[in-house]
């Protein structure tokens, strides 16, 4: 069974910094896709930021040039560094991936951080 762990949540003031990581219980390089979503109070989940198996990145335009998505393979982890934090980012931060399973596209999700501003 695949499991994805997220970490690194935590209260920030707002231009602080976080850093959330998200550990696989597969190899990363398994991965077609893998992202962070958001989820606030009262609103749909958002893809933030996301990188492919090749190392394409696309962002949530309101992150772009505060937020950087990387991984580090040999520790099967995934990384997200949020710098300039807005109140607006406050919410639950979900980590993605994407496998192909009997011949089809499979997503899991791990549980999910909370980052909060105060």
């Known amino acids: 069974q695949v499991q994805l762990v997220e970490s690194g949540g935590g209260l920030v003031q707002p231009g602080g910094s976080l850093r959330l990581s998200c550990t696989t219980s597969k190899s990363i390089s398994s991965f077609v896709t893998m992202g962070w979503y958001r989820q606030a109070p009262g609103k749909e989940r958002e893809l933030v930021a996301r990188?492919?198996?090749?190392?394409?990145?696309n962002y949530l335009d309101s992150v772009k040039g505060r937020f950087t998505i990387s991984r580090d393979n040999r520790k099967n982890t995934l990384y997200l560094q949020m710098n300039s934090l807005k109140p607006d980012d406050t919410a639950v931060y979900y980590c993605n991936g994407a496998l192909i399973v009997e011949e089809e596209i499979r997503g899991y999700w791990g549980r999910g951080t909370q980052v909060s501003d105060y």
């Open positions: 990188i492919t198996h090749g190392g394409n990145i």
